[in-house]
């Protein structure tokens, strides 16, 4: 049996690509709430610098906020990094089974049962697409009871001994009542 890959890790028709942009929102105030509260416990507070040969005497919040601001895009851009290939990660183990189980359903739309919803070991909503897959089958199943005993009930029909006027109107309604149930 192939073993399954991904072909896309992110899925633009579920709710993935917002998670992962809030993900690194809640980030970005992160650093920028953890600057703040450092700043104000550091208030009453004096930092000496040394940079380029030169040394320097100031507030700790002031100091801190100015070399924020002059590496925090460094900060942002490698923990933004880190964080976007976490959250696909993440995100793909709900958005994938979801994905995968939209397009089950479309199957089972059209006429189609019968089939396994395959996932990934460590993807989630297992549970419901176990539920599903069985529903599948059990529909296939009574869908194949139904042909049969629509089958059945035609021979029967031919064995009785009836003009072929009245065979004909209970075949008829034999194919009326299965499509009905359908």
Same mark, same amino acid.
């Given at each position: 049996?192939? +073993?399954?890959?991904?072909?896309?890790?992110?899925? +633009?028709?579920?709710?993935?690509?917002?998670?992962? !942009?809030?993900? !690194? &929102?809640?980030?970005?105030?992160?650093?920028?709430?953890?600057? &703040?509260? !450092?700043?104000?416990?550091?208030?009453?507070?004096?930092?000496?610098?040394?940079?380029?040969?030169?040394? $320097?005497?100031?507030?700790?919040?002031?100091?801190?906020? +100015?070399?924020?601001?002059?590496?925090?895009?460094?900060?942002?851009?490698?923990?933004?990094?880190?964080? !976007?290939?976490?959250?696909?990660?993440?995100?793909?183990?709900?958005?994938?089974? $979801?994905?995968?189980?939209?397009?089950?359903?479309?199957?089972?739309? #059209?006429?189609?049962?019968?089939?396994?919803?395959?996932?990934?070991?460590?993807?989630?909503?297992?549970?419901?697409?176990? #539920?599903?897959?069985?529903?599948?089958?059990?529909?296939?199943?009574?869908?194949?009871?139904? #042909? +049969? $005993?629509?089958?059945?009930?035609?021979?029967?029909?031919?064995?009785?001994?009836?003009?072929?006027?009245?065979?004909?109107?209970?075949? #008829?309604?034999?194919?009326?009542?299965?499509?009905?149930?359908?």
């Amino acid at each position: 049996m192939k +073993k399954y890959h991904r072909r896309r890790y992110i899925l +633009k028709d579920t709710s993935q690509p917002k998670y992962i !942009f809030s993900y !690194f &929102i809640l980030f970005c105030l992160g650093l920028f709430l953890f600057s &703040i509260i !450092f700043s104000f416990l550091s208030m009453g507070t004096t930092t000496i610098t040394y940079f380029n040969n030169q040394i $320097a005497v100031g507030h700790t919040p002031v100091v801190l906020i +100015k070399n924020i601001m002059s590496s925090g895009w460094i900060i942002v851009t490698m923990g933004g990094l880190l964080l !976007f290939i976490v959250s696909i990660i993440m995100t793909h183990r709900v958005a994938g089974p $979801a994905y995968r189980i939209d397009k089950s359903l479309e199957k089972m739309l #059209k006429g189609e049962f019968g089939f396994p919803i395959r996932l990934r070991t460590k993807d989630e909503l297992k549970p419901i697409a176990s #539920k599903l897959e069985e529903l599948s089958f059990v529909i296939n199943s009574r869908d194949k009871d139904m #042909k +049969k $005993a629509s089958e059945d009930m035609n021979k029967l029909i031919n064995s009785l001994q009836l003009d072929e006027d009245m065979k004909a109107i209970l075949r #008829k309604a034999n194919k009326s009542i299965i499509k009905d149930i359908k």
